[in-house]
């Protein structure tokens, strides 16, 4: 997952600069959450 990511996360900031939009930010709780979840899968 982290290897997919890593290839798109170029492009995708590319992409968010040029509409001006802001790169997504995660509490710490956020992020844990989300991991949890991840790793239910």
């Known amino acids: 997952m982290v290897a997919a ?3 798109h996360g170029p ?3 590319e992409e968010m600069t040029r509409r001006k939009l ?3 930010r995660f ?4 992020m844990s ?5 991840l790793n239910t899968l």
């Open 5 to 7: 990511l890593w290839v």
């Open 11 to 13: 492009r995708r900031l």
């Open 22 to 24: 802001a790169w997504p």
């Open 27 to 30: 509490t710490d709780e956020q």
């Open 33 to 37: 959450d989300l991991i949890a979840y």
